[in-house]
């Protein structure tokens, strides 16, 4: 999931070791990028897949596994997962976060474990699994590997996904990160909220007309963003069919302005994060913006750090050749799905952007929310499962007969 004020300084988890019965983790201080891509180097060499690495910014390179299928002029399976993580506050932690520590209930603590080397392990381990029984496929498989979605992806995805090279893999569908679970289902996220950050009101020129300062405006910008806030917040709590995914959240989160307490400032900011559900039109909702605005007094403008207008969602209904697979396999595995809207961003909204259906599923059940958060963990059985549940979608996916499209 991204994270949307941290640096890229912090290191990047590393496997030193994909073993199954353990997940080591190591934090790496000096040329980050060149670790990750040695460890996905020896994988590519014992899977005996080819890799390609392609620097789609300076020093943001994608490394992509292929396997390739019978027949592979049919549209391909992305597999994606991102090698970033977020930052520690080890104080925090009751092991050390980039030990993969684990206790007597085998849940093995790292920051990453949920987010989502889990992921990438489960998948690596599958395709070994399937290529040791000599499985063939019949579309071919990419394993997509990703340096910058914690910091929003700019230099990674979203550009990437414009990129000659990118279009050369010729995906039909993919399959990206989701979130845990606490209870017995599984949630699959088909579509994300967007994110609209920083919209300050500057309040004007409110030194010389004491009667409308500059605070006085910001007062009635922030009152109509936090009474929209309550409206959104009371809704979620009084639908039983709502998930945080379905409204748009609203945090005030910076606020600038004044020199001294006896001098009334010519201007102030206040800055709010937004998240918008594709289910918002966002045209209406960026009037709304300019009418409060403007029921707040003159010279007041706004502007946005991050404005995603990308509203796509990928099918779930049962007639869509990849829902349908997805979800009659993870019925024969006897797993319950739960269908949201993720709550905040992952390099899915770029893939589904570019109009591949894409759903994020990370395979965590009976496992709390931990990402980004102090002590995150995961437990060995539930990652252990995971593996079998890709090894069962792995080979359902790339085996969907071809599509009228594709004749
Ligand atoms: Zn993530």
């Not at 606490?182 to 030194?207: L, Q």
Request: hydrophobic share 40%; charged share 25%.
């Amino acid at each position: 999931m991204t994270h949307n004020t941290q640096s890229s300084d912090f290191p990047f988890l590393l496997f030193r070791n994909y073993e199954e019965k353990l997940l080591f983790f190591s934090p790496v201080i000096l040329n980050i990028h060149d670790a990750a891509l040695r460890f996905l180097d020896r994988i590519a060499e014992e899977l005996g897949l080819p890799m390609k690495k392609i620097e789609v910014c300076p020093g943001k390179v994608v490394s992509i596994m292929t396997w390739e299928g019978t027949n592979p002029a049919l549209k391909s399976i992305l597999l994606n997962s991102h090698t970033d993580v977020v930052p520690v506050f080890q104080e925090q932690w009751k092991y050390d976060a980039f030990s993969a520590f684990k206790d007597a209930e085998g849940n093995i603590y790292a920051r990453g474990t949920q987010d989502m080397k889990c992921v990438t392990i489960q998948y690596i381990q599958a395709v070994r699994r399937l290529k040791a029984e000599g499985r063939k496929l019949m579309r071919t498989v990419h394993l997509m590997f990703i340096p910058d979605e914690e910091i929003g992806g700019h230099e990674g995805m979203e550009t990437f996904v414009n990129h000659p090279e990118f279009k050369k893999l010729n995906i039909g569908f993919a399959l990206d990160e989701g979130l845990a679970n606490p209870g017995e289902a599984f949630t699959v996220f088909y579509g994300e909220r967007n994110p609209w950050f920083h919209c300050p009101g500057s309040p004007g020129h409110g030194s010389r007309f004491v009667e409308n300062t500059a605070a006085e405006k910001l007062v009635s910008v922030i009152n109509s963003f936090l009474n929209f806030r309550e409206k959104e917040k009371h809704r979620l709590n009084t639908s039983e069919c709502l998930t945080l995914g379905d409204v748009t959240t609203v945090n005030m989160t910076m606020v600038k302005g004044g020199v001294a307490y006896n001098v009334i400032p010519a201007e102030m900011d206040v800055s709010f994060d937004l998240r918008i559900p594709p289910t918002v039109n966002l045209q209406e909702f960026e009037k709304q913006i300019k009418q409060w605005c403007k029921e707040a007094g003159d010279d007041i403008t706004y502007e946005f750090a991050q404005k995603h207008m990308n509203q796509n969602i990928t099918s779930t209904e049962e007639n869509d050749p990849w829902w349908s697979t997805f979800s009659a396999t993870c019925k024969t595995m006897n797993m319950t799905l739960e269908k949201e809207i993720f709550p905040a961003a992952t390099d899915s909204r770029f893939i589904r952007a570019v109009g591949i259906p894409a759903i994020g599923f990370s395979p965590m059940n009976r496992t709390p929310i931990l990402l980004h958060d102090h002590n995150e963990y995961l437990n060995e059985q539930i990652f252990l499962k995971g593996i079998s549940v890709y090894k069962r979608l792995i080979p359902a996916l790339a085996n969907v007969p071809p599509l009228p499209d594709e004749a």
